[in-house]
């Protein structure tokens, strides 16, 4: 009820929100919340709500997400701390649900918007390691493209807050905003 109520007045009032939701039990929540939300006030859909972290969706949440058009932000560079067969992850979730713990690809090919971020101060600013983690994930069937890892930390982030019509990539009349990196992100 108190997510509900929540979500309703943002929705009511126009404000967008950023909702931490980690496991099944909170991602669902959030979705069910927000669907309810969604019946009284189709005109919030246009707020870009997030989950952010997102860890453990199941895949039936995943499609939900992606009908109701939910950004996930996620941070990569979690899975590369304590993901995998052995990790912290699977020492709590257990070995099969670990397999599903940051499932960027499934996300990305449901067509949810991703956003990647470090959660600093608990890891970081440095989004290269963030997007390195998308690419090379403890379990394969979830890394990202490249190309898709890089727009986690750039495009869709500006998408996210709603500021893709300045900045978010290297465009005619954007932010000069960008990084010079010694080699190929590709080649390495």
Same mark, same amino acid.
């Given at each position: ?22 496991? #099944? ?20 859909? %246009?707020?870009? %709500? ?9 895949? #039936? ?14 941070? $990569?560079?979690?899975? !590369? ?6 990790? %912290? /992850?699977?020492?709590?979730?257990? $070995? #099969? ?17 991703? +956003? ?9 600013? #440095? ?7 998308? +690419?090379?994930? !403890? ?19 500006? /998408? ?6 300045? !900045? ?21």
């Amino acid at each position: 009820v108190i997510v509900h109520d929540f979500l309703e007045a943002s929705a009511r009032h126009g404000i967008s929100l950023g909702v931490h939701a980690v496991g #099944e039990r909170s991602i669902a929540q959030f979705l069910n919340a927000w669907k309810s939300v969604l019946a009284v006030h189709p005109e919030a859909r %246009m707020l870009r %709500m997030r989950i952010d972290h997102g860890i453990l969706p199941r895949a #039936e949440d995943i499609d939900r997400a992606a009908e109701l058009g939910v950004i996930f932000s996620m941070q $990569p560079v979690f899975e !590369s701390r304590s993901g995998g067969p052995t990790g %912290m /992850y699977a020492r709590r979730v257990g $070995p #099969e649900r670990v397999k599903r713990t940051h499932a960027f690809k499934t996300l990305h090919d449901a067509g949810i918007t991703l +956003v990647g971020g470090s959660d600093s101060p608990v890891n970081a600013i #440095e989004p290269l390691a963030g997007v390195r983690a998308a +690419v090379a994930h !403890s379990f394969p069937e979830n890394s990202l493209e490249l190309s898709d890892a890089i727009a986690m930390f750039t495009s869709n982030a500006a /998408y996210a807050s709603f500021r893709e019509d300045d !900045s978010g990539s290297i465009s005619p009349g954007k932010q000069a905003d960008f990084a010079v990196l010694s080699h190929d992100p590709r080649t390495l």
